[in-house]
């Protein structure tokens, strides 16, 4: 996707100036942003975690080709982790949308069953309910949740959370406006946060009022959320890992009283 597309009305050469340097900046010469798909693990004692999970594959999204009928080596690349899809037992979602949910399920028979069936899958209560009953006219439920959201409930793996519960020692947030349920995944104990989308580009750390095109459900609400957020990391120098951003990150407070993104823990 290009910067224009992605960020339209926002000069390409502003998106640079409030951008790290180098491959940091995750824009190319050529104007198209880098962004990362990525799929979390964490082992903590006996769990075994997920957090979100990708596209999936054999997934039909004709609207978005990005997208559509993916055959991309993720249980392989689990399995040379060490991570078998029976040993998984707990998959998080951060929000519901087409790029977090996909590998959930595999198609088998002709229809779609989990992918990790021995899971406990933690779903937002209100990110599934927006979504299980969308507003009229609107088009009906989206295809990534009939096949890769619906199956799990069917099956009786969905835990159904809100913020402020704690599973398995992750604490979960508040961070609806990019979607209206969506969450914040906290490490309990270690101050190492899953963001999801709360940004998809290091520059919306230095310029939370840049929404995500048109992705985000609630734009000024997202703005609101992402600037809270980020006024809480910087301060307690939180780590943070964002499903689109690549290596971990941390903010730091300019002298002008804003924010900005640097790559490590």
């Known amino acids: 996707m290009t910067c224009a597309e992605f960020f339209p009305g926002i000069p390409e050469s502003e998106v640079r100036k409030h951008s790290p340097a180098g491959a940091d900046r995750r824009l190319g010469r ?5 962004m990362s798909t990525q799929i979390f693990i964490l082992r903590r004692g006996s769990v075994v975690a997920l957090v979100d999970l990708g596209a999936g594959n054999g997934k ?16 392989e690349t689990l399995a040379s982790l ?14 519901l949308h087409v790029d977090h949910v996909g590998l959930a399920t595999t198609k088998k028979n002709g229809d779609w069953i989990p992918t990790f069936p021995r899971a406990v899958h933690v779903v937002g209560k209100t990110e599934f309910e927006f979504w299980n009953d969308p507003a009229p006219g609107g088009g009906g439920r989206p ?15 969905v835990q159904w959370v809100e913020p402020g519960d704690s599973i398995a020692g992750v604490r979960l947030h508040d961070a609806a406006g990019h979607s209206p349920g969506a969450l914040l995944l906290e490490l309990e104990g270690e ?13 919306q750390i230095a310029r939370p009022d840049w929404p995500s095109g048109a992705f ?39 002298a002008e009283g ?8």
């Open 216 to 254: 985000d459900w609630d734009q000024e609400k997202n703005t609101r959320c992402r600037t809270r957020w980020l006024a809480r990391f910087a301060e307690t120098g939180a780590v943070l890992f964002a499903t689109h951003l690549g290596n971990a990150l941390r903010v730091e407070t300019t």
């Open 143 to 157: 295809p990534s949740f009939v096949d890769s959201v619906l199956p799990l409930k069917e099956a009786g793996l």
């Open 191 to 203: 101050n190492v946060w899953l963001t999801g989308d709360l940004f998809h580009h290091p520059a």
């Open 258 to 265: 804003g924010f900005f993104p640097k790559r490590g823990r």
């Open 30 to 34: 050529d104007g198209h942003l880098v």
């Open 82 to 95: 060490g991570v078998a899809p029976d040993a998984v037992t707990h998959v998080f979602f951060t929000h």
């Open 60 to 75: 039909a999204r004709p609207a978005e080709p990005y997208w559509n009928n993916l055959n991309r080596p993720y249980l």
